[in-house]
């Protein structure tokens, strides 16, 4: 790489080395403008200037438990994200691809960054309205800091909200945004943040008891559901970011799915509906379909990059606090 080159590459933190962390550092591993030089999980972190080796961070992470083990790169620590973040060593832009367990586990995450004086892009791919709506609260504190954060920037919230406001643009009236996400994984253990959140939207359990359950109990609800999780009504952040883009009020998005953790095959195509009236008074509906060889890793870290490629832009033209995946166009990264 020569120095132009080098000026130009985002340097690139992911936080929360799980299923989407270690689907973010192979997706990385293939792109030329963005390098992966932090990793951090709840044991430890590990920064290399010059890039991370993807394949030794997996092997490390799986084997070990930990990043922090990776020599001669890594650092054990139960303080993982304040220790990189307190090292100072040059990162562009941080995704966290991290539990919103508590519900304001990401926000916390984002005050640490803020009282650390790091200044940079940060990305989420956060589900939950009321967690979007501690984000979006943030913003002065966020501007005052230099630091500008991409909100709800993964699959849903995220690339179909996305689609939705681009649709929305068709109509002159909004009546309703309907998204609905198929889901296909081999084993829950793949993605144990993303199953427990997802366990907190049914019935009877909240964020609170799907946090504190067990994986054995975890196990036994899959057993009786044959490993499928069905969704609806789900408190999903599309409703607050759709509803902040002032393209329609949250009382008309829905957000439901199948999840499905004991097959890769997705148990039904995921989609957003955006149905509306024309200036002629038409009432139409698009539809936007994921294709099903998609994975959810792919659409939630491609755009989640796309985001923080945009936020960089804005960075670096000092616009600052916080913006939605329904605000901001993502860039492709090379
Ligand atoms: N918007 C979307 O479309 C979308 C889709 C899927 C998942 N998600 C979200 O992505 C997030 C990650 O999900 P996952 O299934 O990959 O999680 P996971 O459970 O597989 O991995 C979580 C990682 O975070 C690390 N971690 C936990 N606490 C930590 C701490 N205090 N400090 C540092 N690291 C810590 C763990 O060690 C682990 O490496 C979840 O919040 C999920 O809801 C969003």
Known sequence: MNTEQANKTIRVGVLGFGGLGQAAAKLLAAKREMILVAAADQKGYAYAAEGLNTQECIATYQSQGSVGYLEPVGTLSNNSIQDLIATSQPVDGYFLALPNLPNDFIPS?????????????????????????QLLAMKEELQ?????????????PGLLTAAAA???QSYAEIHKVEITF??????????????????GHMPGYTVETARAMTDAEVEALLDKTNGVLTLENMEHADDVMLEVAGIVGRDRVTVGGVVDT?????PLSTNVK?????????????????GDETSMAANVCGPAFGYLKAGRQLH???????FTAAEIMPQFVK
């Not at 995450?109 to 709506?133: H, M, N, P, Y």
């Open 274 to 290: 955006v149905t509306g009236r024309t200036f002629e008074g038409k009432i139409s509906t698009h539809t936007f379909t994921l």
């Open 316 to 322: 670096q033209r000092g616009i600052h606090g916080i």
């Open 109 to 133: 995450v984002a005050k640490q960054f803020i009282e650390s004086g790091w200044r940079g892009v940060l990305v989420d791919a956060i589900k939950r309205t009321s967690a979007v709506e």
């Open 144 to 156: 005052a800091a230099g630091i500008t954060y991409m909100t709800g920037c993964g699959a849903t």
């Open 182 to 199: 198929g889901v296909g994984i081999a084993n829950w253990e793949a993605y144990r943040a993303t199953v427990r959140e997802d366990i």
């Open 262 to 266: 004991r097959n890769p095959k997705k």
């Open 166 to 168: 681009l649709a929305a």
